[in-house]
């Protein structure tokens, strides 16, 4: 991960990159529309030009609740740097944890060990992959990484760092702070060390920015040559965080640097740069490893982004679910899609008037039989796809005793459970976030009535399913207590 600040560093000088010999600390590119290489430079991408990185000295150690602003501004001073319009300061992850207190201290010896994997798989909501000891997790931030991003170095002690819980906000406090100090119209980047997949060894990445441009989107223009560019969109910030690497180092105590003459303000985010569930070709290894994260990372979803689900997403999920297992060759399962609002309304009502029944004979006062059956109405009726999966028993055998005849009964509904898992572990594969409610069990003649089912379907609940909201992502699964859940003879 990303180098913290330990010890002032030593003073040998950083090295200046530039693209161009020649240039200049702080020199713009004095013809913006120049070509190189006889080619015009595209428009909206960052001018072609040389560009300095300045390291940063002088900053002390980074505790938990230090004013990080007036300690970089320090460092700025003691540098002798300038701060100048257009400049991007690049600060590491480490010293931003540190201020905002982001340090859990571990335990010695095995305890230490099993509170680092809790705390792993407390800070990332799905695990991508395994192998011994190295977990790579995506974090609720979006991003892809090893360990959710939990660090040990560069800290003192038996102590772990954390990402920072908003590092684009944690970035705009860090900007905003120093331009007013300054008077200057700065960028700030947050960095961390990612590994690249298909690809060797390490690389800074941002992960926080304000004030600069993270994508650069080139579709639509031309190359050198003339032909239409189509899927070009370069990673600014993540250039510029690399390149800020190179001054940085991974043991020199340099927490930031001074990136000097790239035109790239904007007001881009680190989130833009996250690819969408729905675009990533690799998401989940085809692999064990990969099933086993999937299934590892699938939890329930209750909470929905306003958007709408693809029908298509919905059709393969249908698809996938009918691949479950099944007595006698048969499949006997229906999913019923209730997209239309007059059909959400009148299960809603049909399904409402069976539970405040149910929950009356309970005993259970008003006020509380209000309060159960509205959670119930907004997790059913806003939910942006609702399916009710059915079982069919037009297959099962009749035999004339009912032990059979309930044993029957049980094969075919345990193959309903088997299908609405694939139909929830591909919902999640796809990127979208769902969950399993009983719902329809309690009230199965009421919801053949409003959704005009034949009698003989048997709806075994419901699943409710949409674009996860970032905001309210559930918890990360607990450890499984595996000796509670297998016996051996």
Not at 87 to 98: E, I, N
Not at 122 to 137: F, H, K, M, W, Y
Not at 242 to 260: F, T
Request: charged share 25%; with cysteine; hydrophobic share 40%.
């Amino acid at each position: 991960m990303d180098t913290g600040v330990t010890r002032e560093s030593s003073p040998q000088v950083g090295p200046q990159l530039s693209r161009e010999p020649e240039t200049h600390v702080g020199s713009q590119c004095p013809h913006e529309s120049e070509t190189l290489a006889g080619s015009p430079v595209s428009a909206g991408a960052p001018p072609v030009c040389g560009f300095h990185v300045l390291p940063v000295r002088g900053i002390p150690e980074v505790r938990p609740g230090d004013d990080l602003a007036a300690l970089l501004l320090q460092g700025l001073a003691s540098s002798k740097i300038d701060l100048e319009d257009g400049d991007v300061l690049v600060v590491t992850q480490k010293v931003v944890s540190k201020a905002e207190g982001r340090i859990v201290i571990l335990a010695q010896g095995k305890a230490g060990e099993a509170q680092h994997r809790q705390v792993v798989e407390s800070e990332g909501v799905r695990v991508v992959a395994r192998r011994g000891d190295l977990i790579i997790t995506e974090t609720r931030h979006g991003f892809v990484c090893a360990n959710s991003g939990v660090d040990t170095s560069n800290v003192p002690g038996r102590a772990v760092t954390l990402l920072p819980v908003n590092p684009d906000a944690s970035a705009h406090t860090l900007r905003d702070a120093i331009a007013k100090a300054s008077g200057r119209s700065i960028g700030v980047i947050i960095t961390d060390t990612f590994g690249r997949p298909w690809r060797l060894g390490l690389v800074d990445i941002a992960i926080g920015v304000a004030g600069v441009r993270a994508l650069t989107d080139l579709r639509g223009q031309t190359d050198a040559h003339g032909r239409t560019l189509h899927a070009t969109e370069v990673a600014t910030a993540d250039e510029i965080a690399a390149a800020a690497e190179l001054a940085k180092g991974k043991s020199a105590g340099v927490p930031a640097v001074v990136v000097r003459g790239l035109a790239v303000a904007g007001e881009g985010s680190a989130r833009d740069m996250v690819r969408p569930p729905e675009q990533d070709l690799f998401r989940h290894a085809c692999d064990s490893q990969g099933l086993l994260g999937l299934l590892a990372s699938r939890r329930s979803v209750r909470r929905f982004a306003a958007r709408s689900v693809d029908p298509e997403d919905l059709v393969e999920a249908v698809a996938a679910a009918c691949s479950a297992p099944a007595p006698h060759h048969s499949r006997p399962w229906r999913f019923v899609h209730v997209a239309g609002p007059e059909a959400r309304e009148r299960l809603g009502v049909a399904m409402r008037k069976a539970w405040r029944a149910d929950l009356a004979r309970d005993g259970l006062e008003e006020a509380e039989v209000e309060r159960v059956i509205e959670s119930g109405r907004l997790l059913l009726e806003e939910a942006p796809a609702l399916i009710v999966p059915c079982v069919v028993m037009e297959e099962a055998r009749a035999y004339p005793d009912s032990r059979r005849r309930r044993a029957e009964m049980e094969m075919f509904l345990l193959s309903g459970g088997a299908a609405v898992e694939n139909l929830l572990l591909t919902l999640h594969a796809k990127g979208l976030g769902a969950c399993w409610v009983s719902s329809t069990l309690f009230c199965r003649p009421q919801t053949r009535r409003a959704l005009g089912l034949p009698r003989e379907w048997l709806p075994l609940g419901a699943v409710i399913a949409g674009h996860p909201d970032d905001a309210h992502l559930p918890p990360p699964r607990p450890t499984i207590e595996i000796s509670r859940h297998l016996l051996t003879r």
